[in-house]
């Protein structure tokens, strides 16, 4: 297990990082997973095992049971706090009332006291906006972010799912207002869902993020299972509540394209898809969930597999984005910058 920088941090964290959505049982988020406590603890040891130090969870996930269920596999496993980079979130709603969603100041702070007390900790490591809040300024959002820093609840904020602009914005609010900053983005992002590409990769290598990938497996898509037409066989999750949002034609394109280099390197479809995130430069940890030890061994052998400069090359030509503007008219116009000879 490789261990990398969180942005502009010096905070290290694994190259893989658990996901904790299918801890628990409630609501709709039984249909992705309903793991007990015994096989989240077993979980976690298997993780702490093969090198993860990261896990990843939302306050929202089984309406907080997933909070409470690994505060309590942590504790069962007695895990040295120093030893763990936990990260939760906020934003979604949590009971009843119209203060009880969002990203206002009084929502982040009551929060952030409820996340803790169910994880059973002090402090989270990372604490990450779950995504867009249209009604709350800016700057209220990002002093509430500040605060809870301040106050040593949280080590370092980080967003999720937000558009290009609206964490710029963030950023430079941050930034003017000597307030902590976002050091990651976590994104959908796959080989056959490669949007945040136009806009939101240029943003983290240019402000320092490190790129969290969620659902790198695109909700099962890209596990081998699915036939050449791209429908998810009956009785697996993505069937049941198909969800990210996916281009299946083309996930189905780039699942054929990994069969081949999957047999060469005698490994899962599901670790060559990880194994193409993890080689990108500005990705930071991939997060990876599992029902079963099986799937979670699967995926944390993706690890070791490393592409070739032709393989990388193979998959980028068929999981290609189409043209989009401005994007294609930048490409245009920079080449009129440099001439030869010239550094770029």
């Not at 706090?81 to 969603?101: E, F, H, M, Y």
């Not at 990450?128 to 009604?135: A, C, F, L, T, V």
């Not at 189905?252 to 995130?277: D, T």
Request: charged fraction near 25%.
């Amino acid at each position: 297990m490789n261990y990398k920088r969180l942005g502009r941090s010096g905070l290290y964290v694994s190259q893989l990082c658990l996901g904790t959505m299918t801890y628990g049982g409630k609501g709709f988020w039984e249909v992705i997973g309903k793991l007990g406590l015994d096989a989240v603890a077993g979980q976690l040891r298997t993780a702490f095992d093969a090198g993860i130090n990261f896990i990843d969870t939302a306050n929202v996930y089984h309406e907080g049971e997933s909070e409470k269920l690994l505060g309590q596999a942590l504790a069962k496993l007695g895990t040295q706090r120093d030893d763990v980079v936990i990260a939760t979130k906020v934003l979604g709603r949590v009971a009843k009332g119209p203060n009880n969603s969002g990203l206002s100041r009084k929502h982040i702070l009551a929060s952030i006291d409820a996340s803790l007390a169910r994880l059973g900790l002090d402090y989270v490591d990372l604490y990450q906006i779950h995504g867009y809040d249209p009604s709350t300024p800016v700057e209220e959002q990002v002093d509430a972010l500040d605060a809870v820093v301040q106050s040593g609840k949280a080590r370092y904020v980080g967003f999720c799912n937000l558009p290009a602009w609206f964490a710029m914005k963030a950023l430079a609010t941050a930034d003017r207002a000597g307030k902590a900053r976002f050091v990651s983005a976590q994104m959908f992002y796959t080989v056959a869902s490669r949007d945040i590409e136009r806009e939101i990769v240029p943003l983290a290598e240019s402000e320092g993020l490190g790129i969290l990938p969620w659902s790198p497996l695109a909700g099962g898509l890209l596990s081998g299972k699915t036939g050449a037409d791209g429908k998810p066989p009956e009785g697996t999750r993505r069937a049941a509540f198909d969800f990210p949002l996916v281009d299946k034609p083309r996930a189905a394109q780039c699942v054929e394209a990994m069969r081949p280099i999957a047999k060469e390197h005698g490994v899962s479809v599901a670790q060559i898809a990880l194994a193409y995130l993890l080689a990108k430069p500005a990705v930071t940890s991939v997060i990876i969930g599992a029902k079963t030890d099986e799937q979670l061994a699967d995926n944390l052998a993706a690890a070791a597999v490393e592409l070739t400069a032709d393989e990388l090359a193979t998959l980028d030509r068929v999981s290609a984005l189409p043209p989009e503007y401005p994007g294609w008219m930048l490409e245009f116009q920079g080449r009129n910058r440099y001439e030869d000879g010239m550094e770029k």
